[in-house]
């Protein structure tokens, strides 16, 4: 009997040891939902024209969407996709949310990447009232029938007509938040687009320029402390020509060449075909000179061969559009 109470106490034991050794069953893990797209953030992805669109990530690269532009697209560039119980989209925030509803109240999301179409314009003054002057500021009108400054457009582009007005392009780049210089706080714009990249409508994409390779990029492009407030030679605008842009100069040459009246514009051309019209300043009309440092200065329309004829010397004060590549003048 002893025995007995002894093998069943052995027994009972063991049976308690390996009962303590056996690991605890911990929570259980949440299931997704059945008919879920993601588990993890990393499942998505964003897509379409404008960065508008969060879904699966297998799905968010060959997305095609039309490349209309609407307020609320810029609100997304700031905005996290992932996943949210179980579908691909837009995490929410407060950020977010104030950001939409100031896009649907008709604000424009600002500092934001945007890509549009539209058409390269003459920007409307923002006062009509009293004389309006004729200069024709470069500008973008956009399908969201707004106006936009256009800041880094490639001004070469422009001067040599690569880009003119009534052109439909697809342009894209940063929506800033504020005018870029005084000049455009004259013009009746919604904002300015720091260009990154346009193409005329059905063509492929045209980067601008590699500033290293093309232009006046070999050339000195040194900074300056204050803006001068005499006249300025030829050479230093063109030596200056980054550190001068935006900014109002009096710049003093020699007039070596002239694009008015009828060559600008010819009477026998077609409609809307003509050029600018400019003059070219340099400190010398020696035929040796290096023509690189010729200055093109766009003037009015108004302006007649009598007023710039060739050898006159001159002072001209105009806005300087300068970059490492190039160098323009238009006369204020």
């Not at 069943?8 to 059945?34: D, K, M, N, R, T």
């Not at 973008?140 to 490639?154: E, T």
Request: proline letters at 5%; aromatic letters at 6%; glycine letters at 10%.
């Amino acid at each position: 009997m002893k025995m007995r109470q002894l093998l069943f106490i052995a027994v009972l034991l063991a049976v308690i040891v390996i009962s303590a050794c056996e690991p605890a069953a911990g929570p259980q893990q949440p299931q997704p939902p059945a008919n879920s797209e993601c588990t993890a953030d990393s499942d998505c992805g964003v897509g379409g024209c404008s960065g508008q669109v969060c879904t699966e990530a297998d799905k968010a690269a060959g997305l095609v969407t039309t490349c209309e532009y609407r307020e609320e697209y810029g609100c997304y560039q700031k905005a996290s996709c992932g996943c949210v119980s179980g579908k691909c989209g837009w995490k929410p925030t407060s950020e977010l949310q104030a950001c939409l509803d100031s896009a649907k109240d008709g604000m424009i999301p600002v500092d934001t990447p945007i890509t549009m179409e539209g058409e390269i314009v003459c920007l409307p003054h923002r006062d009509k009232t009293g004389v309006q002057t004729l200069e024709c500021a470069y500008g973008f009108f956009g399908i969201d029938n707004r106006y936009y400054g256009l800041k880094n457009l490639n001004q070469m582009d422009l001067v040599e007509g690569k880009i003119t007005t009534g052109q439909q392009i697809q342009i894209s780049g940063t929506l800033l938040s504020e005018p870029s210089n005084v000049e455009e706080k004259m013009y009746d714009i919604a904002g300015t687009i720091e260009v990154e990249s346009y193409a005329q409508v059905g063509t492929s994409t045209v980067q601008p320029e590699d500033p290293n390779k093309t232009g006046l990029s070999p050339y000195p492009d040194l900074s300056i402390t204050s803006l001068p407030k005499e006249s300025v030679s030829v050479k230093f605008v063109v030596e200056h020509r980054s550190a001068l842009d935006g900014k109002t100069v009096q710049v003093r040459g020699v007039v070596v060449g002239t694009l008015l009246g009828e060559k600008a514009c010819p009477s026998s051309g077609m409609s809307g075909m003509c050029a600018m019209p400019r003059i070219y300043l340099s400190d010398t009309s020696a035929e040796n000179r290096d023509k690189a440092y010729d200055l093109t200065v766009l003037v009015t329309e108004d302006g007649q061969e009598g007023d710039y004829s060739v050898g006159k010397i001159i002072e001209v004060q105009g806005i300087v559009a300068g970059s490492k590549s190039g160098v323009v003048i238009r006369k204020v």
